[in-house]
């Protein structure tokens, strides 16, 4: 689990779009045209890491990573394969409460 903000997650992401769209050999200009992400969308989100989510998913169809993504984000499939499995799985684990305050 990474431990960093939204807000440094969000400039993160603007500048691995931006490095992968230099290597690209790629103007703002030109990614704006081949997405369909406005210009100004584009220079909003590499300067400050604002988009919204449809306009990343443009993006990264442009300059690669859409797979990446979608397939990170899949559910976990579990590795049982009877009942048995699952309740010995289930007895591994200690319910753990929070502090009232």
Known sequence: ML???PSKAQVKIANSIRERRLQ???TQEGLADRSGVPLATLRKFEQK???SLESLLKL???VG???EI???L???KTSYETIDDVLKDN???ERKRGRKK
């Open 3 to 5: 431990l960093i903000s």
């Open 24 to 26: 690209m050999d790629l």
């Open 49 to 51: 890491g604002i988009i």
């Open 60 to 62: 990264l169809m442009i």
């Open 65 to 67: 990573g859409l797979d």
């Open 70 to 72: 979608v397939n990170t």
């Open 74 to 76: 899949k559910p976990r």
């Open 91 to 93: 007895n591994q684990f």
